[in-house]
């Protein structure tokens, strides 16, 4: 990404491909990121890191044994909020509220509890 982004503490942000509300279920991005194929998450494994200023602030290495499906964003238990749990696969589950069509997550908003 080359643009900044920031979010205070209890905040949360929305990144997308695009910026079409129609395309995205009715859901606004805080921040539009490129077009399709300009930023893609592996389904079998990559990673995410966060930083600022080029200090890493944490990064989450996922594989195949994470619960990823089609449809669902993952959220991460709400016990598991720190630097070394989150790279777990088990401390994560699918999300729960359906927001638009077959899409379950809470975009924009705090994650669901996991079961």
């Known amino acids: ?10 905040e949360y942000a929305v990144l997308m491909r695009n910026g079409s509300t129609s395309l995205n279920g009715g859901i606004s991005a805080d921040l539009v990121y ?15 890191v966060l930083s600022n200023d080029g ?26 909020f720190d630097g070394t749990s989150n790279d777990t696969a088990s401390n994560w589950c699918r999300g729960s509220s ?3 069509a077959s899409n379950y ?6 994650n669901d509890a996991c079961p």
């Open 1 to 10: 990404m080359t643009s900044d982004l920031t979010v205070e503490p209890g």
């Open 34 to 48: 490129g077009s399709l194929g300009t930023f893609q998450l592996g389904n079998s494994g990559d990673e995410i």
């Open 55 to 80: 200090v890493e602030i944490d990064r989450v290495n996922y594989t195949t044994s994470f619960p990823s499906t089609a449809g669902y964003s993952l959220t991460l238990d709400p016990d598991a």
């Open 98 to 100: 359906l927001y638009y």
């Open 105 to 110: 997550g809470t975009p924009g908003a705090a």
